[in-house]
């Protein structure tokens, strides 16, 4: 194996683990459908559910405690600031030369969340 092909397969696999990752952040903290839930919204939950506390029974109580603690976990989650753009500079600058070589069309990409903006800044059109 030549040294230019292996360094041809070592730039393949960071190409490829540049899309992954990034794809992977962007499953990760896609938004959700439904409601949104706000973290005054799980606070005020939180209150109901300490106001219930004394009063249920013990079964009950151990589900409102459960709930309570996955209510601190998703408000902390909610006010942690995500910064994807160190992500994103990888891809942007892996993902055409990525998508040429694996023949990734640019519908491809988008069906798999990958914003417009992305694409554009990557250098992936639609022709």
């Known amino acids: ?7 041809a397969l070592a730039e393949g696999r ?3 683990r540049s899309v992954r990752a ?4 962007l499953e990760t903290h896609k938004p959700k459908r439904g409601r949104k839930r706000t973290p005054a919204t799980m606070r005020a939950r939180i209150a109901v559910i300490d106001s219930s506390l004394a009063d249920a029974d013990p079964m009950s ?3 409102m405690v459960q709930e309570k603690m996955d209510l601190h976990q998703s408000i902390e989650a909610a006010e942690t600031k995500v910064d994807l753009s160190a992500f994103e500079d990888a891809f942007v600058a892996a993902a055409r030369a990525y998508g040429e070589r694996k023949g990734i069309s640019y519908a ?3 069906e798999v969340g990958v914003p417009a903006a992305m694409l554009t800044r990557a250098g992936i059109s639609r022709g």
């Open 1 to 7: 194996m030549t040294d230019e092909h292996k360094a």
């Open 14 to 16: 960071a190409q490829g």
């Open 22 to 25: 990034y794809l992977e952040a």
């Open 61 to 63: 109580r151990l589900q």
């Open 108 to 110: 491809a990409w988008r």
